[in-house]
């Protein structure tokens, strides 16, 4: 349906309206026994590109959030996946699709309800671990099931968040996804835009003062990349989880003492975070946006943290780089997150921002895993 200015218009209105709403705070955890933050300072400046050397123009006037929001403390953690995905595997009906064990995490095997089936337990002290091997469709589905109270019902993974049944690709190469562009209007749990990831881990709303906002380059609040290696008390000098190999994925989110403005953990380091926001090559291929650094990656990689550099991949790419921070509304306002979404989304479309990264080989459609080149442009 196409809509007339004077609607769009109604619609924004609508839009200021429902900010003026009071926020609701609940006292109790959330129940998707989720940490979160809260993301205030509404309408906070977008970056500018100023304090990097030849930024990438993709990522200047990014950053401005029109409402108030929630991102988790922590990306998803073992615990939370491990009982996501005893829901979804161990199972009497069909296995779900699009979703893949992961081979990067701190679960273990153990006996399923379900003959057949597959089921898993978390060691002792292996809560904490990160997760990395999780496409954005998985992150997607986990949203769902959120969104629909960890309901066991199969709808409940299929839909609420994001549409399942539009996951493809299509295409005269068969590499252009067909994906739901941006979350459900009412979604409660998402997967945050690119601009409100960027806003959760680099704009600091006290930077020059009390309600002085500013953006620091790095998501540490400094100019200065955090130090890679492992945390002081696993016996190393790091400040995150990047940029060597021996004994990164062991290491439990939330060891370094380093957050972001808001008191984001990891967000250098642990896993390249998945994003909602698109980006389209001249050709027509199109990507998800994952920012940070990430476990196991080259020494110096602390590049992929700055605030102007970000990569892409097609969304059903599981490897073990990609995980991500869950996103929710603020309670009591489930509404004005969702509708900033849809003008988010439009307003991506409009840009048509481009990837120059080369594509990954071995397209496959239909959920199925691929083990892809990963994408450049970090």
Known sequence: MRHGSGQFSGVMAGVVGLLALPVAALAQPDPSGIDFVTIRAPGNAAWDGTGVDEPDPRAIGRGSVGYEYRMG???VTTSQWVEFFNAAYDRADAPLPHL???????AAGT???????????????????????ISWRMAAMYCNWLHNGKSSDRAAFLSGAYDVSTFGYTGPGGDIFTDQSARSPGATYFIPTWDEWLKAAHYDPNKYGPNMGGWWNYSDSSNTAPVGGLPPSMGGTGEANYGYSAGAFTVPLGAYNVTSPWGLYDVAGATSEWTETIRTLP??????????????SAPGFSLADRVDLAGAEYPSIPVYEFGFRVASVIPGVPTCAPLFALVAWLTVRKRGAIHDASVPRGVSVGGSRRHPQRLGGQ
């Open 73 to 75: 403390r922590y990306e």
């Open 100 to 106: 893949f064990p992961p081979g990067f995490w701190g």
């Open 111 to 133: 006996t399923p309800n379900n003959p057949g089936r597959q089921r898993w337990m978390v060691p002792s002290g292996n809560e904490m671990r990160p997760v990395g091997d």
């Open 283 to 296: 050709v027509g291929q199109r990507f998800r946006v994952a920012d940070g650094s990430y476990w196991g």
